[in-house]
């Protein structure tokens, strides 16, 4: 039977009735043990100011992947963690969704070889009435699956649960100006009717439109980018899937502003995804300066910058973007958005600093970051941005449950410094799949042993090594 633990607790707002609530019980996240700091080795080497790296984008270290690790086996790494953290059984769970866009396989779902690595521990056949689906949309291919299980699960009558697994291993090529922006990791969220963490309001509002920012045809390993053109596709499509939401939540009547408000005055906590910390401060400028224009905050940022270029005043479209570009970083630096990011939006970004990009599971990890610090009470409202390239926006909201304050923390930060650092050239070999050995050998985890002549993948669940046996 499926370990269920409601709340009774009524939900003091928001758009879901007490006891009839699904949405997110517990998370775990799995990073790799290796990491490369970007300042040092790795900035001088490329022949790139340091604090470009960890101010300019925001990244301090990088995870790696070790030779025996992928996408699925950090996804059957996170899925474990999720189980053991709730005395879960195989026979509970209903749905294994996984949201990746670094699947091993163009076919096989990624989800049945985390399911075969799994029933090593938990027996063969132990998932076999569990359905798993892979979901490819880019950054945003866990969000989709996370509001297809939501509308599952409010219509689930045998008590099960379901778990919605992000895995990825971002990957540019060498010497490239995504290079800075890799990672790797995975975020496993146990989705339960009466969750004990967030409540989804069943609000989704969405943006999307054909885009050539970044994607990755078939047969290459690391991604095509349009850097500078994926900022501006996620900002668009943010305040596209945005302006969907408010509509939706207003017309819902979940969030009513009165005069002089604004739809963000009702969120306590704006997660964005995080390709690189310094992208959820674009978004957030973008959002509250499209969300603030009609509220009494205006008057005061007209006060402080002057009024905002408009297109038709200006003959020459490159005078008006300059004007734009430069009325967004002076925007940027304001006192009322410098307040908001720093209330609403800046901690979400604390473990990514430490990992970089994990593609769809970012937003999670920002989550994450929060729960791990404390940041996030009973009754207050998440919003969240999700994006994916190609490109799509989802922009959708939870309230927080009581439990949300007793779920056991999950010692992430020491975690990620307990990691092993690694050389410049180890990174290298590893990134080119030219390191065979691991830098660190597998202990208590599963492990990629093999690929068959045929291509298919063998994992195994590696012991923790006895340290008193390996002293002996
Ligand atoms: N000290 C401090 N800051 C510095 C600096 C220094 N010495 N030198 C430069 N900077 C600042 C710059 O001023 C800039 O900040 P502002 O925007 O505030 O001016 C910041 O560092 C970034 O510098 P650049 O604009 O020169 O950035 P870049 O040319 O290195 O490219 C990038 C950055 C586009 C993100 C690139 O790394 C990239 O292509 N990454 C992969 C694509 C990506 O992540 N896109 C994000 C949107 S798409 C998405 O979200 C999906 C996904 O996950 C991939």
Redesign the pocket.
């Known amino acids: 039977m499926p370990v269920l633990i409601s709340s009774t607790e009524a939900t003091p707002k928001g758009n879901v009735p007490a006891n009839e609530s699904v949405g997110i019980d517990d998370l775990a996240v799995y990073v790799p043990r290796l990491f490369l700091p970007l300042a040092g080795e790795f900035s001088s080497n490329r022949g790139i100011?340091p604090?470009?790296l960890v101010?300019?984008?925001g990244i301090d270290r990088m995870a790696v992947v070790d030779a025996h690790e992928d996408a699925a086996s950090m996804a059957a790494m996170s899925l474990l963690e999720l189980m053991r953290r709730n005395r879960l059984c195989p026979e509970d769970i209903g749905k294994v969704y996984v949201g990746t866009e670094s699947a091993p396989d163009e076919a096989k779902a990624l989800g049945t070889y985390v399911i075969g690595m799994l029933e090593q521990i938990y027996g063969r056949g132990s998932f076999q009435e569990a359905s798993t689906v892979e979901f490819k949309a880019?950054?945003i291919g866990t969000t989709f699956a996370l509001e297809s299980q939501s509308y599952w699960l409010a219509g689930e009558e045998e008590g099960k649960v379901g778990v919605i697994i992000a895995s990825d291993v971002?990957k540019?090529p060498l010497f490239s100006?995504?290079e800075?922006?890799q990672g790797a990791g995975s975020v496993a969220l146990l989705m339960k009717k009466n969750p004990r963490l967030l409540a989804l309001e069943q609000i989704y509002g969405t943006f999307t439109r054909d885009e050539n920012?970044?994607f990755r045809p078939m047969g290459c390993t690391t991604?095509v980018?349009n850097?500078?053109h994926?900022?501006q596709?996620?900002l668009d499509a943010m305040q596209g899937a945005f302006d969907s939401f408010a509509g939706k939540a207003k017309r819902k009547g979940v969030i009513t502003p009165g005069t002089g408000e604004s739809v963000t005055d009702f969120a306590d906590h704006l997660l964005f995804?995080i390709?690189?910390p310094?992208?959820v401060e674009?978004a957030s400028a973008a959002i509250f300066r499209h969300d603030w224009r009609e509220s009494r905050r205006s008057t005061g940022i007209e006060r402080e910058l002057g009024p905002e270029p408009v297109a038709r005043e200006f003959d020459d479209p490159q005078k008006y973007q300059a004007a734009e570009a430069d009325y967004a970083?002076r925007f940027s630096r304001s006192q009322e958005f410098l307040q908001a990011f720093a209330a609403k939006v800046r901690d979400t970004a604390i473990l990514s600093r430490q990992i970089g990009?994990i593609?769809t599971g970012?937003i999670y990890l920002g989550l994450a970051s929060l729960l791990e610090m404390q940041k996030i009470h009973a009754g207050q409202r998440l919003c969240f941005g999700a994006?994916?390239?190609g490109c799509s926006a989802l922009f959708f909201s939870a309230i927080a449950q009581a439990g949300v304050e007793s779920v056991p923390l999950r010692g992430l930060m020491q975690r990620l410094e307990e990691r092993k650092q690694i050389s410049l050239q180890d990174y290298e070999l590893l990134h080119e799949g030219k390191k065979k050995e691991s830098v660190l050998a597998p202990n208590g985890e599963f492990a990629l042993v093999g690929i068959d002549e045929q291509g298919y993948r063998h994992y195994e669940y590696v012991k923790a090594m006895d340290m008193r046996a390996s002293k002996r």
């Open positions: 100011d604090g470009k101010k300019g984008i880019a950054c971002a540019y100006a995504g800075y922006t920012d970044f991604a980018v850097g500078k994926s900022n596709c996620y995804h390709p690189y310094r992208m674009y970083r990009n593609y970012s994006y994916g390239s």
